[in-house]
Antibody, heavy 119, light 106 residues
Framework: EVQLVESGGGLVQPGGSLRLSCAAS????????MHWVRQATGKGLEWISG???????YYAGSVKGRFTISRENGKNSLYLQMNSLRAGDTAIYYC?????????????WGQGTMVTVSS | SYELTQPRSVSVSPGQSASITCSGD??????ACWYHQKPGQSPVLVIY???KRPSGIPERFSGSNSGNTATLTISGTQAMDEADYYC?????????FGGGTKLTVL
């Protein structure tokens, strides 16, 4: 079964750091672009970062310089290092797979992990 | 930065067709895709590359994209189609989502 499972969310103080992980299974992880998308409670979807199969990374302006996306193909894992966290970063964070043939469409999503930034 | 605009809500009667629009500058020059999301669930891709359906998505879902507007059409809308719908496009190495449309099946 094709699956993405996020972990690493939790409560963190403003200014703190957190590292999210996404474990992929059921497909050849190294062949796909991968992304992180977040959703604040009651709000819409916000793309925050993506990484190509070759490791090229790109970011939304709201997180550039604070968040770092990475991948470890040998472990079928995607990561998001989040630094200098703010209250506005509070959201469910989803990892998503770029569809083969159209990597800008996300065909597989994880269940999400909740990040709360609060003192 | 690039923006996509969707109506906040759309209502439809069961069995009728529902259309949800997504507007952006020269959106027709880009590929648009659509997701639906039910409460407490992760988003699901329903249309990609303007008008293609992923496997498992019913034929009643269709899409178009021209000029400044992409449109998702649901024919013969069912109660199970009630959800939030998001359009999405790719612009200058960033992914942009529309604000979302709540589809209510009355």
């Amino acid at each position: 079964e094709v699956q993405l499972v996020e972990s690493g969310g939790g409560l963190v103080q403003p200014g703190g750091s957190l590292r999210l992980s996404c474990a992929a299974s059921g497909f050849t992880f190294s062949r796909y672009d991968m992304h992180w998308v977040r959703q604040a409670t009651g709000k819409g979807l916000e793309w925050i970062s993506g990484i190509g199969s070759a490791g090229d990374a790109y970011y939304a302006g709201s997180v550039k310089g604070r968040f770092t996306i990475s991948r470890e193909n040998g472990k079928n894992s995607l990561y998001l290092q989040m630094n200098s966290l703010r209250a506005g970063d509070t959201a469910i964070y989803y990892c998503a797979r770029g569809k083969e043939g159209d990597s800008s469409a996300f065909d597989i999503w994880g269940q999400g992990t909740m990040v709360t930034v609060s003192s | 930065s690039y923006e996509l605009t969707q109506p906040r809500s759309v209502s439809v009667s069961p069995g009728q067709s529902a259309s949800i629009t997504c507007s952006g500058d020269k959106l027709g020059d880009k590929y648009a895709c659509w997701y639906h999301q039910k409460p407490g669930q992760s988003p699901v891709l329903v249309i990609y590359q303007d008008n293609k359906r992923p496997s498992g998505i019913p034929e009643r879902f269709s899409g178009s994209n021209s000029g400044n507007t992409a449109t998702l059409t649901i024919s013969g809308t069912q109660a199970m189609d009630e959800a939030d719908y998001y359009c999405q496009a790719w612009d200058s190495r960033t992914v942009v989502f529309g604000g979302g449309t709540k589809l209510t099946v009355l």
